[in-house]
C-alpha cells in the first residue's frame, strides 16, 4: 500500500518484511522454537533483548491475565486489544515470552508503542498459530537479539531484487544490451492483478530463470547459433 503506482511501473519484486543488512549492532534477531521446530517470526518493536523458555499455554486474545501458574510462554491470538495489552497479560499471568499469531492470513510486524515489557515478544502468521495451538504443552523458547540484520519494506527493497536480476542476466554474456535484457525481464515477468500490464504491478513478477532462457535464446554467445531474423543482439543501443 506504500508504493508508488503509475505508468512507470514496469515490474514487481518482493519488498515487505525483506531481511536486509543494517548498520551493526542496530538490527533485530529473534528466533521461536517449539520442541526442536523453529518458526518464522518478526520481534515486536519494542520488545526487550531476551530469551524465554516455557511450556506453550493457549492465552486466546490475552484481554486478563494468562493461564499457566508461571513460566508459560503465551501464544496469543492478535486483534481486539493492543500489542502491549497482550503481552503484559501474558506477563501478569507469570508468562515468560509471548508469540501472538495473526488474525489474518500471513505475517505481520507489530509493535509496543512505547510500554516497558520484561519479556521477549513475537508475531507468527496465522498458519504457524494454527500449528502451534495443535503443540500446547510443549517445550517453547523465544530470543529476541541484537543484530548486523533486519527487516525492512519499501521500493528499496524490491529495487535490489529486479536490478540484481538484471545484473544476474547480464553476467552471462555482457554483449547482450541493456535494451534486450530490459525485454527479457518485462517479457517473462508473472503476471499479477489486471491482466496484462498495470500500474500497480507492471508487467509482474521479476523471473530470473525465464529471463535469462528468453535472452539466451534469442542472443546466443554464439554468433553462429543466432536465429535467422533476429536482429540487433549483442549491438550497443544508440
Not at 14 to 30: K, N, Y
Not at 177 to 190: D, G, K, M, V
Amino acid at each position: 500500500d506504500f508504493s508508488q503506482r503509475n505508468a512507470d511501473v514496469e515490474l514487481a519484486a518482493p519488498g515487505v518484511d525483506v531481511l536486509s543488512t543494517m548498520p551493526p549492532g542496530t538490527g533485530r534477531t529473534a528466533d521461536v522454537t517449539v520442541g526442536v521446530d523453529a518458526y518464522a517470526n518478526t520481534a515486536l518493536i519494542g520488545s526487550p533483548n531476551a530469551t524465554g523458555t516455557g511450556p506453550l499455554v493457549d492465552c486466546g486474545l490475552a484481554q486478563a491475565a494468562c493461564p499457566g501458574g508461571g513460566g508459560q510462554a503465551c501464544l496469543i491470538q492478535r486483534g481486539t486489544n493492543t500489542f502491549a495489552n497482550k503481552v503484559r497479560n501474558c506477563e501478569n499471568g507469570g508468562g515468560v515470552a509471548a508469540i501472538i499469531y495473526n488474525n489474518m492470513p500471513g505475517s505481520f510486524s507489530g509493535t509496543l508503542g512505547g510500554t516497558n515489557t520484561n519479556i521477549p515478544s513475537v508475531g507468527i502468521s496465522d498458519t504457524d498459530g494454527a500449528v502451534l495451538l495443535a503443540r500446547l504443552g510443549q517445550s517453547a523458547t523465544v530470543t529476541v537479539g541484537v543484530s548486523d540484520y533486519g527487516f525492512m519494506s519499501g521500493t528499496s527493497m524490491a529495487t535490489p531484487h529486479v536490478s540484481g536480476v538484471a545484473a544476474l542476466v547480464w553476467s552471462h554474456n555482457p554483449a547482450w544490451t541493456a535494451s534486450e535484457i530490459r525485454t527479457a525481464l518485462q517479457t517473462t515477468a508473472l503476471d499479477l492483478g489486471a491482466p496484462g500490464r498495470d500500474n500497480t504491478f507492471g508487467f509482474g513478477l521479476v523471473q530470473a530463470r525465464a529471463a535469462y532462457d528468453l535472452v539466451a535464446d534469442l542472443c546466443p554467445a554464439d554468433p553462429d547459433k543466432l536465429e535467422p531474423g533476429i536482429c540487433g543482439c549483442g549491438v550497443p543501443d544508440t
